[in-house]
């Protein structure tokens, strides 16, 4: 990846992470928690939802030091208490924001299909890059998000499958998680699993 690469990716990131979050939002909203929306989250403005660590530090030094870029957002605070179904509702909510990703890969994948029909796009064309940058980094936000480790969102739904005292055990996990997740990455682990779902999806949406 070159810089104008990492241009990219960050033009795309910051909405990408930006609607994510606001998804969770909206659906711990609509389910009874209104925290989200108290705080400010339940906006597109990615001032609400950018981590100056996540969003910018991290995916700039992984750039520089590994080519793989990866990065995150600030979590929607969530407040179970508030949920009508609190196991049901966290699984809800956990998937809603891949599902925002997935959505939004969709629809960079309809632009490209519409804009190569109607010959307003190129397969060389900066829009045309900038929409498939878009599809491969929403797919990998939302493949990655569903990895069931704390505090990824499959963790959530995870917690939210397993019995109570399970749930408890492994919700302990969390304080560990990120460790685990740059392990589990450093390994090729992660990757070896995500990765050929990531493509699989990539060929079908190009």
Excluded: C, Q
């Excluded at 995150?72 to 509702?89: F, G, Q, T």
């Excluded at 998937?95 to 939004?104: D, E």
């Excluded at 492994?170 to 990120?178: A, D, Q, R």
């Amino acid at each position: 990846m070159n810089f104008l690469e990492f241009g990219l990716f960050l033009v795309v990131l910051i909405p990408s992470v930006s609607l994510h979050e606001l998804f969770h939002g909206w659906t711990a909203y609509r389910l009874g928690d209104p925290t989200a929306k108290l705080m400010g989250r339940l906006t597109l403005n990615p001032i609400a939802h950018i981590d100056p660590i996540g969003t910018l530090l991290l995916p700039f030094l992984m750039f520089l030091f590994t080519g793989f870029v990866f990065g995150y957002a600030k979590p929607v605070p969530i407040n179970p208490a508030n949920l009508r179904d609190p196991k049901r509702d966290m699984i809800l909510i956990g998937l809603s924001g891949p599902l925002a990703n997935l959505l939004l890969a969709l629809v960079f994948s309809l632009m490209i299909k519409a804009g190569l029909l109607t010959g307003l796009l190129t397969s060389l064309s900066a829009m045309y890059v900038l929409l498939r940058f878009g599809i491969i980094i929403n797919l990998i936000l939302a493949i990655f998000n569903l990895v069931p480790i704390p505090p990824l969102d499959g963790s959530r739904v995870l917690m939210g499958i397993l019995p109570y005292h399970l749930a408890v055990s492994y919700s302990k996990l969390e304080p560990y998680g990120f460790l685990i997740i740059v392990g589990l990455l450093y390994l090729g682990i992660i990757g070896k699993i995500i990765f050929p779902v990531i493509n699989f999806l990539t060929t079908i949406l190009l």
